[in-house]
């Protein structure tokens, strides 16, 4: 299983470009987040969502957005990027239908994104 | 919202010692999670606590959820070059779809 994959590891954006970074899973889970990591900080919530077709705003949901059309995806989108967006982007999962609720999110490797 | 005050922010320590580290909130979590992020990579679960007073061992690591449901507590015992990495404690509420509230994180270096 290849886990949680996450798309691209790196990139850098003027201000005002838009992109999407890419988040896949192959655990079935239902439960996928984003999360934003700044230097020295905790992960601060985006986005998440509880299963496809359903997402709702996290903690700092401004200036992106979110869709849910399958179990295994949940991309991340960035309309008019701002440097006040440059970090470390991480989308997890969590929960499989069956096998109970640990509590256990299981993480990508990032993406790092620089707007400059 | 809620928030979580992890400390201490960094740590240096000379290998062979032992680590505390803990963290507090004004909220009641019904889950405590203890994860370690290796440079370049996404945080991995480390120890999972669901029960107040709970105390659980993996290997050199030990943790407790605190009586009040408002803090826990992460030791390394005997610490090796490769406990080097970002800790981070998170909670969970129970009615947040499993949306789980990290503190800011503690670097440990560890001096061979």
């Known amino acids: 299983n290849a886990g949680v994959t996450q798309t691209p590891k790196f990139r850098i954006l003027k201000i005002g470009q838009s992109m999407t970074l890419q988040c896949t899973q192959d655990?079935?889970?239902?439960?996928m987040y984003w999360y934003r990591q700044d230097p020295g900080m905790g992960l601060k919530l985006i986005y998440y969502?509880?299963?496809?077709?359903?997402?709702d705003k996290g903690e700092v949901p401004n200036g992106y957005n979110v869709s849910r059309s399958t179990t295994e995806d949940f991309p991340l989108r960035l309309e008019l990027a701002a440097p006040s967006q440059t970090s470390v982007y991480f989308c997890?999962?969590?929960?499989?239908?069956?096998?109970?609720?640990?509590?256990?999110?299981?993480f990508g490797e990032g993406s790092r994104l620089t707007v400059l | 919202g809620q928030q979580l005050n992890q400390s201490p922010q960094s740590m240096f320590i000379q290998e062979g010692e032992d680590v505390s580290m803990n963290c507090t909130s004004s909220s009641i979590f019904n889950t405590w999670l203890w994860y370690k992020q290796d440079p370049g990579e996404g945080p991995v679960l480390l120890i999972a606590?669901?029960?107040?007073?709970e105390l659980t061992s993996n290997g050199r690591l030990t943790a407790q959820f605190g009586i009040t449901r408002k803090d826990s507590f992460l030791n390394i015992s005997a610490s090796i070059p490769s406990d080097v990495g970002i800790y981070f404690c998170a909670g969970q509420a129970n009615t947040n779809a499993g949306k789980s509230t990290f503190g800011d994180g503690t670097t440990l270096t560890v001096k061979p």
């Open positions: 655990m079935n889970h239902n439960y």
């Open positions: 606590l669901y029960k107040a007073g």
């Open positions: 969502s509880v299963g496809a077709g359903i997402t």
């Open positions: 997890a999962s969590s929960y499989s239908p069956g096998g109970g609720d640990t509590g256990e999110l299981f």
